[in-house]
């Protein structure tokens, strides 16, 4: 019976421990979801190219939020703020530990625990530390609205000074 014990328990840690294989990295880790994305096609600058009607203009506007590092670095701490986000909400649900252990000293057992906490926020610290982080998400998203809005009108302003130099 204890080497059944032993041979369970060696199954089990052997489980919990195998390695990624080269699919499960490929299937979970994709190159694409950090890359740029962004397009000015929506309510807010569909009248910018209705205005100007030039598509040498709207082809550089979306290589530009497609190329710039900047603007993967305003996603990229966009990303922060909401992974600190869903951190802070977690906080506020209950947690659960669990143990599992096995003794052998001639006689062998195996013991187990489960223990479900809640702290409770009875002065709002966690809420705070939520609200915070909500309004930190806001901001990254804010900035990086600003910033395209910046790329947009600087790429629109050299665009425009080219073509009338180079008349």
Same mark, same amino acid.
């Given at each position: 019976m204890k080497l059944f014990y032993i041979i369970l328990l060696a199954l089990f840690f052997a489980s919990c421990a +195998?390695?990624?294989?080269q699919e499960e990295l490929n299937s979970?880790?994709?190159?694409?979801? $950090?890359k740029n994305s962004y397009d000015l096609r929506d309510e807010k600058t569909d009248s910018l190219f209705d205005i100007f009607n030039d598509d040498e203009l709207k082809k550089l506007i979306d290589m530009a939020l497609l190329k710039?590092? =900047?603007i993967f670095i305003y996603d990229s701490r966009l990303k %922060?703020?909401?992974s600190q986000l869903k951190i802070a909400i977690s906080n506020l649900m209950p947690s659960v530990n669990g143990n599992i252990g096995y003794r052998f000293n001639g006689d062998s +057992? %195996? =013991?187990? +625990?489960?223990? &479900? +906490?809640w702290e409770l926020d009875l002065f709002g610290k966690y809420t705070n530390a939520k609200n915070a982080y909500e309004e930190q998400l806001n901001i990254a998203n804010e900035n990086l609205e600003f910033f395209k809005i910046s790329l947009v009108s600087d790429i629109a302003l050299a665009y425009f000074n080219l073509k %009338? $130099? &180079?008349k």
């Open positions: +195998s390695p990624y294989t979970e880790f994709k190159l694409d979801d $950090f710039n590092s =900047d %922060i703020a909401e +057992s %195996i =013991d187990t +625990s489960l223990m &479900a +906490s %009338i $130099f &180079a």
